[in-house]
Each structure stands twice: as structure tokens, then as C-alpha cells.
């Protein structure tokens, strides 16, 4: 006798608020909106350390490093959630929006107060990472979860596909929201929000979508002990977010007297940096520009003296400076009778501006940005020295359209990987280009005693380019933090390591002086040179005594630096 086969009972498929072929397009609008938001998190991450800690190539590869490896951590922890897929998920977005929201706020703080910001940003990263690494698995759980609703006919003759298809949409949806977030971070989160707000409503965003997904569409997946949880865990998530957007100036204000100091006279946000200037009422005021120290009131004269006057030696009728947005060495180069125009090239033009009307930094560049002999170009100099050295004087044609007798170039630390370029072999080679017979070159190098790699390495890279070079350097207060953000409280003492506490030491400015050719220029000073209050023709010798001994013996020279490969940051 044969017995009748037996039919298993129908397991008990909850109902879904919406019809089971109508569940993967808000599931996919949320892994759009969600990778929008997990890209925001990896930008942000990136640009503050970038401006916090420098060398934005290291830290950009730590970051995406360490993220990309804890996604794939996240995925597999992600196995252990898929039997309650619907309250993982919500939990994950939660988690997420809280940490990825307070980041920028946390990363900050870190080195606002404690000086050190690396440690916090690979444990942020970490954390990201393995909640961006969780969302796929539980969101393809619960798309399957969807599909189970189907009538088994159906369900029978698709499922042979659907995997594939699912993962297909749920990439490509990723995908676009990866590109949608990477765009919206530099063109609409930075410019309108800024880096601290625009994390924390990035953030909210991400729970509401999350929470929203999970509490909507799959409600009745949930107990009410699960449903309790998710909507406080996601009501506090945004409590804390709203209060810290509303908190948020005052929080920035603390962070920058911490790093500042209380002495802080203006504080700007331009399209490209932050400008600080500080300084006590009555005494020179100290120019930020992201963190670094650009102009020490009291130092600005040493440093723009031993930069400005050596190159001078000789005919300088015709000036331009590379950089030098503050004025400051426009106003050494205006003390000169014979000067008769003086092109300025800098980026920014928000830190002209403040050159410009800020009127203790106008009183200390002698109001040498609006003397009629000066015109500024706001332009990168890398483009605007290339187009002024293949454009004729008709605007046609090989050949430069302006030839200078001296050429400054008064830039940030050749370690500061953002301006790099502007250490090449090709840029030196574009201001060879431009330069009048026996025209000069002088380049601020960086320290040539704490990174004599990274000052020899600029020596090289200048000969590469068919200069002939002098070496001599200078001394004056807070000569070595130009490389890296100052925390700049002057009262107490420096980690040299770090960069920490606060800064009254000094250390040395690093400079080369350069001609086209074979033969190097006079190292001296003008037989019409102004009175100075520092440099001197035996300050001169004595410097370039200085950066000859950090040569040493170092065996054959670094090689050049070049666009293709940049070997600054050793």
C-alpha cells in the first residue's frame, strides 16, 4: 500500500503594505540615498584630514584603505543579522547616520583639544566602513524576503534569475547614488553648509531613510519590542544630530581658540580654505591659511626679507610673484624705485580680499595690493604660468606674452601635497620660460634643517629643469610649522612630533636662488636695497653656510620631482 504524499502547511508569509513587485523601488531609492550618504562620510573624512593633518595623498589612501577593508568586514558580520534582516538594517542606518554625522565634529575636536586627529580618523573609518559593509546583505535579505510573498507559481519560475537581477539593482543603484554624493559633497554640501554641518545633515538624512524603510514598508516584520527600539534608537539619533547643527558655531568657535588661541580677530571660510588671522589689539597680527601659518606679525618682515631681497639683486623692473595673496612680499618688492609693475597670482581670491580691507593686515603689507603698479590674477598658477608662456604678445603664436626680471614663488611647503605641482620640473621649466635675461628665480623650499629631503629634493628639481642654484636659509618663530596645521596658542611649549600644544620656538625658512644656465646667481643684496630690519649681507653668508651643512654627505643627489612622480613628503 502506498501512502498518499503528505502536503507540508504553507509557511506563514506576513503581508506587505505595498504589492510584492512594488518593493524593490523604494528599496532600491534607499541604497541610492544611503551610498550617497556613505560616500559624503569617506569625502568628509578625506577633506578634514587633509586640512587638519596634511599630506592629503597618505591620508586619502588611509581612509579609503581602511574603509574598503571594513566593508568587507561588515559583510560578513552582516550573516549573523540576516534572520531579522528588517530591525538589522534599521539599526545599521542608525549606527551609521550617528557615526558617520558626528565624524567631522569628532575628528575635529580631536585635534582641536588633543593635538592628535590620525588615530580618530582610522577608528572612524573602521566603524563606517563595517556599517556601509552590513547594508548590501541586509537589504538583499530583505528584497528576497519581498519576493517570498509572491505566489509559489510564480515565485517557482523566477527564482532561477532573480538573484542575479536583485544584485544588479542593487549595485547599479549604489552605484549612481556613490556618483549623485560624490558630486553633491565639493558643489553643494562644502559651499553651502560647510564640512561640520553638512556631515550632521547628511547624517539625518540617512536615518530617516533608513529608519523610514524599515518602519514603513516592512512593519510587520517587526515585534513591538523591535519596533520600540527602532523608532527611539532613531528619535535620538536625530535628537543628537539636530542639537549638534544647532550647537555647531558655537562648538567651531571653542575649537578654534582652542587651536587659535583666544586671539582670534577674524575668522573667514573662502570658496577654497579658511583664513584665520590672530594677534593681541595693537601688535601684528598672525595670518592662517588652513591651519598653517602664512604671515607671523612678528617674523613676516624676516622671512619676506631673506625671500624677497636676494632675488632683487640685479634688474628687477618687472616682478612676479607666485603666491603671496597676503601682500607681503609685494610690499618688499614695491620699496624698490626702480620697479615698475608687479603681477601678484593667487588662487584665492578671498585671501586678497582680506589682505585688501582687514585694516591691521593692510596696515602690514603697507597697503601694497592697491598700489597702481600691482595687478592681482586669481588663477591657478600652474595654468596661468603656462598660458602666459606660450602665448604671444598678440595673443597668437609660440613665445611668452611678459617677460619678468625676477620671479617669486611664495608658497606653502613643497610637503603640503596639494601644491606639489608647483614644485615640478615643469612648472620650473614654465617660469624658465618666462623669466628675462639674467632674471632670477627664488623659491621658498621649506626648512632645509628638519626636511633636508624635501629642500634638496627642490634643488634638484630646479637644476633638472636648467637652473643654476644657491642654497641659504633664515631664521625666525614658527619657521617649522609651515608644513602642517599650527595649534596656535603661543603661551606654552611644542611637541615636536606632533605638532600639539603650543609653539614659541623657532626654526629656519629654507630658500634657492636660482638663474637659467650654468653659472649660479650672486648671493648678496642690491646696491639699491631699502633698509632692512634683519637681512644683512653677512646674514646672507651665514645662511647659506647653514643650508650647506644640512647637505651633508648625502652621496648622489635626490632625484627631481615631476608631475607623473612627485617625491616631496619623504
Given amino acids: 500500500m502506498i501512502d498518499p504524499p503528505l502536503t507540508m502547511p504553507p509557511k506563514r508569509v506576513t503581508r506587505l503594505p505595498v504589492r510584492p513587485r512594488a518593493v524593490r523601488f523604494p528599496v532600491l531609492v534607499v541604497v541610492f540615498v544611503c551610498a550617497a550618504c556613505g560616500l ?29 577593508f571594513a566593508m568587507g568586514v ?56 563595517v556599517l556601509i559593509g552590513a547594508e548590501i546583505p541586509l537589504l538583499m535579505s530583505l528584497i528576497q524576503r519581498a519576493e517570498s510573498a509572491r505566489s509559489p507559481g510564480v515565485r517557482e519560475k523566477e527564482s532561477a534569475a532573480d538573484p542575479a537581477g536583485t544584485v544588479a539593482d542593487l549595485f547599479a543603484a549604489d552605484y549612481v547614488g556613490a556618483l549623485v554624493g ?33 518602519l514603513w514598508l516592512f512593519r510587520r516584520d517587526l515585534t513591538g519590542r523591535s519596533r520600540a527600539l527602532l523608532i527611539g534608537t532613531n528619535l535620538a539619533v536625530l535628537a543628537v544630530l539636530a542639537t549638534a547643527t544647532v550647537l555647531v558655531d558655537d562648538f567651531e568657535r571653542a575649537a578654534r581658540r582652542a587651536v587659535y588661541g583666544d586671539s582670534v580677530r577674524v575668522a573667514v571660510h573662502t570658496d577654497l580654505q579658511e583664513v584665520v588671522v590672530t594677534g593681541e589689539r595693537g601688535s601684528p597680527p598672525d595670518l592662517f591659511v588652513d591651519g598653517r601659518l602664512r604671515a607671523g606679525g612678528e617674523d613676516a618682515s624676516r622671512y619676506h626679507e631673506s625671500l624677497v631681497h636676494p632675488a632683487m639683486n640685479g634688474p628687477h623692473a618687472r616682478v612676479l610673484i607666485i603666491g603671496g595673496g597676503d601682500g607681503l612680499a609685494a610690499r618688499e618688492v614695491l620699496r624698490y624705485a626702480g620697479v615698475r609693475s608687479v ?11 582680506l589682505a585688501r580691507s582687514h585694516p591691521e593686515l593692510a596696515a602690514l603689507n603697507a597697503n601694497a595690493l592697491r598700489d597702481p603698479r600691482v ?25 611668452p606674452r611678459e617677460r619678468y626680471d625676477v620671479v617669486i614663488s611664495d608658497l606653502p611647503d613643497p610637503g603640503i601635497s596639494a601644491g606639489t605641482k608647483l614644485y615640478s620640473e615643469e612648472f620650473y621649466g614654465l617660469a624658465a620660460r618666462v623669466l628675462a635675461d639674467e632674471g632670477r628665480l627664488v623659491v621658498h623650499a621649506g626648512s632645509a634643517s628638519a626636511r633636508p629631503h624635501t629642500f634638496w629634493t627642490v634643488d634638484s628639481t630646479l637644476r633638472a629643469a636648467g637652473f643654476a642654484t644657491r642654497a641659504y636659509s633664515a631664521y625666525g618663530r614658527g619657521a617649522h610649522l609651515a608644513a602642517g596645521p599650527d595649534r596656535a596658542d603661543r603661551s606654552g611649549d611644542t611637541d615636536t612630533d606632533t605638532g600639539a600644544g603650543t609653539d614659541t620656538g623657532t626654526g629656519d625658512w629654507g630658500y634657492l636662488l636660482a638663474a637659467a644656465g650654468t653659472y649660479p646667481p ?3 643684496l642690491a646696491p639699491d636695497t631699502p633698509r632692512l630690519r634683519s ?15 644640512t647637505r651633508g654627505d648625502r652621496g648622489a643627489p635626490p632625484p627631481p620631482s615631476t608631475l607623473i612622480h612627485p617625491r616631496y613628503g619623504g
Fill in 522 to 524: 650672486e648671493l648678496g
Fill in 375 to 399: 595687478r592681482v590674477a586669481s588663477a591657478d598658477a600652474f595654468r596661468w604660468l603656462r598660458e602666459t608662456a606660450t602665448t604671444g604678445p598678440a595673443g597668437e603664436g609660440e613665445g
Fill in 182 to 214: 560624490g558630486l553633491a559633497f565639493p558643489f553643494l554640501l562644502l559651499p553651502w553648509l560647510g564640512q561640520l554641518t553638512g556631515a550632521l545633515v547628511t547624517g539625518a538624512v540617512n536615518a530617516v531613510a533608513g529608519g523610514g524603510l524599515v
Fill in 74 to 129: 561588515g559583510s560578513l558580520l552582516a550573516k549573523r543579522l540576516r534572520c531579522r534582516a528588517a530591525v538589522g538594517f534599521g539599526l545599521v542606518e542608525g549606527g551609521l547616520a550617528l557615526i558617520g554625522g558626528c565624524s567631522a565634529l569628532v575628528l575635529y575636536a580631536a585635534f582641536a583639544w588633543l593635538g592628535e586627529a590620525r588615530y580618530v580618523l582610522v577608528a572612524f573609518s573602521l566603524a563606517i566602513g
Fill in 40 to 68: 559624503v562620510y569617506e569625502l568628509e573624512l578625506v577633506a578634514l584630514a587633509s586640512y587638519l593633518i596634511g599630506d592629503s595623498v597618505t591620508h586619502a589612501s588611509v581612509v579609503l584603505s581602511v574603509m574598503v
Fill in 535 to 549: 637681512l644683512t649681507d653677512g646674514a646672507l653668508v651665514t645662511g647659506a653656510r647653514a643650508a650647506e651643512r
Fill in 343 to 353: 603681477t601678484v597670482v593667487e588662487i584665492d581670491p578671498g585671501v586678497v580680499r
